[in-house]
């Protein structure tokens, strides 16, 4: 414990994809593109889409089942659940109720937070002052979406990037010099509609004429997008650096937000980190928007790219316009949980 606040730290991941796949090839047959053009522009070759009988809340219990078994953890331990999402099952019941219920989690508050491709890394920030300040001991945090239900498989702009699946972390004390070291987040609503889902709330309800006009769906102002993304997520990293006291040497793992290979790289540019400390899992899932931080990250953890000790920088922008980033050292190791508990 440092200044009063306990040190929280991920002692757990998880994640989960579904199994059908959709290649650039698939979609050169529904769209006018080609495999070609899709790789050059964003580096994806597949996505994984979520199945009939599939929804958002499927895919983050399993995810949430493998975290919480990572974490060697009762769900019964559990004192919150956050799903970040803008994809729920429902407007009501949360999705985070829907998990509690599937995993039996019954002493668990449950909510979802909804900050778009920042979400995972907004709850995780809130997850972290918890149990920093000793309210809660154990928060289950799940970053889910299955993207495919709001896409326009005619748009050839947007179809080609996203995906579904859903990943998870568990976020509990840790012993002292390990867990997050600095988080920062940051929102600009003005320039909101650069990539929006106009439909579908109380600004305008489903209707015969949203339907019409696909107001349902994704709708994304590409280059605007690609802009701010490049200087947002940048300057985000270096502000949670500078929070934390350290520099892009002291860096281990960046785990961006997975939504163009030419904005991680342009970011990794701009960080002055070098390309192999930079995990991209891109090419095989696409955008997973709020998933596709924590299912990377868990990639990442169990691929040894990342090993306690490690500092750890996540970094993510998402609609709203939102952005967010923290620093972790990175602590899974059982008897330091031991010990700290």
Sequence with gaps: MKNGLYSAGIIGTGSYVPEKIITNEDLEKIVETSSEWIVTRTGIRERRIAGENEATS??????????LDDADMDPKDL???????????????????????????????????????????Y???VAQQFIATGFYKN???????????????????????????????????????????????????????????????????????TLLHDYHYIHMDGGEVFKFAVKIMSSAAEKAMDIAGITKDDIDCVVPHQANIRIINNVAKRLGVSEDKVYSNLDRY??????SIPVALDEAVKSGRISKGDNVCMVGFGGGLTWASNIIKWSKDSNAIKKAI
């Design 123 to 125: 709850a995780l920030n």
């Design 139 to 209: 928060i289950l945090v799940i970053g889910g979406e299955c993207l495919s239900r709001i896409t326009n498989y005619k748009d050839r702009g947007t179809c080609i990037l996203f995906g579904d699946g859903a990943g998870a972390a568990v976020v509990s004390r840790v012993e002292d010099g390990y867990g997050f070291l600095a988080q920062y987040m940051g929102a600009d609503g003005s320039n909101g509609n650069s990539l929006a889902v106009k439909a579908g709330g109380s600004r305008m309800p489903a209707s015969a004429a």
């Design 286 to 291: 696409g955008n997973l928007s709020a998933a």
């Design 79 to 121: 004192d919150m659940i956050l799903v970040a999402t803008v994809t729920p099952d429902m407007p009501f019941p949360s999705t985070a109720c829907i998990v509690q219920s599937n995993i039996g989690a019954v002493n668990a508050a449950a909510s979802d937070i909804e900050a778009a491709c920042s979400g995972f890394l």
């Design 58 to 67: 499927n895919l983050s219990t399993i995810a949430a089942l493998r975290a």
